[in-house]
């Protein structure tokens, strides 16, 4: 089959960000399918332009590991006013640039992926131009997700808008794409055929993975190597990721145990002012470090003892979560020092090696346990690359989407042949 895939915000592994629908292609690829993506150039998680275009081009062909990927040119942004440009000249050019690759080939399978929906109803407008399946993918619930945390009305015109172009790509769906496991009930709860729905989380190449674990890097070395204990957290330092709490903890830990290291990894809006709570405690065992390209994130962890997630009792994980780290951590065997509450993590607390804590104090004191504990350090890591590798690798992943991607291919092939 031929997939075509919109999703704005798409990357590569050489790149910031997550890698989704890079693993998800590549495991396609080696099943013998065709898989172009369409990704803005202009980085979302670095604000970097990845691409140089000649005067007048608007996108730009490469292929990445026998996956095609057509890049987008779009305008740079830092504000609200210039994100809506940057989302509007994706819509624009990504049409463009898919009418002229029509020209020379046409797409079996159409993938259109929020965030925004745009890019879901772009692929919605050329699956109809086409007459092929069309999948849309919903990686965040819009605008349910604002609702929830009270930052639209559900009455608000721009949340009606929101509501009445999230169920008409529903019912123009052939399948319905979510990541969060909960999700499934949101979207069979507004009127839709629960079969039409698959539940695709996030999950983890290993192959790759273990690949990366092995090709050394100096500059990972040596922000790594001074420690014996290391405590990481890689990704975004926003208000979700709620990173406070790890600097209240780092504070006791400090007096309590100075050889463990707290390092994160990332970048984020609330990033200069952690680093300014870190420097008020006048903490030395916090380290605050550039974002590194997925692909060398494997190194990186394999040098680590334990890592961290934080999630705030909080809407945004009303309908579950599926963060790529975590299948990045279990992959690489690091215990999960949870800061969260069990009403929001439900079971994924119970998994050996995910230690919960709900305040500062309970986190210092799971984190100096399991330090000190070599023993279940070893078991807790053999049991999360087993249980990741069970239920997360891209390999499975990719075979469930592709049972039903074969199913309504065969199905559409009929249905054309039936009308000649």
Known sequence: MNIWIFNHYATAPSQVGGTRHYDLASQL?????????FASSFNHFSRKETQEYANGTYFKEEKLAKINYLWIKTSPYNNTLSRLRNILDYTFNAFRA????????????????????????????????????????????????????GKLSKHNPLALILYSLEKFLYNKATRIIVLFEKATSYVASRGINPEKIIFLPNGVNLQAFRQNETKQDEAIWQLMQPYKYKVVYTGSHGIANHLEPLIETAHIIQQQMPDIQFILVGDGPKKKELQRRAAEYQLTNITFADPVPKEKIPYLLSLADLSFISMQKSPLYKWGFSMNKIYDYMAAGLP?????????????????????????????????????????????SQYLKAYVDKHFSWEKLALKLEEHMLKDYKQELSHAEKNI
Do not use: C
Not at 29 to 37: E, F, M
Not at 134 to 148: G, K
């Open 29 to 37: 690829v080696q099943r013998g399918h065709q898989v172009t993506i």
């Open 98 to 149: 898919a009418r002229n690759k029509m020209t020379r080939e046409k797409p079996d399978i159409i993938i259109g992926s929020s965030v925004h929906p745009l890019a879901a109803y772009l692929g919605y407008r050329l699956a109809k131009k086409t007459q092929k399946p069309f999948y849309f993918e919903e990686r965040d619930l819009w605008p349910q997700t604002f609702v929830d945390f």
């Open 336 to 380: 999960l020092m949870l800061y969260s509450s069990a009403e929001v993590v439900g079971d994924f607390k119970d998994l050996s090696g995910v230690e919960l804590a709900e305040s500062p104090q309970e986190l210092a004191e799971r984190i100096s346990t399991v330090i000190s504990d070599h023993k279940y350090r070893q078991d807790a």
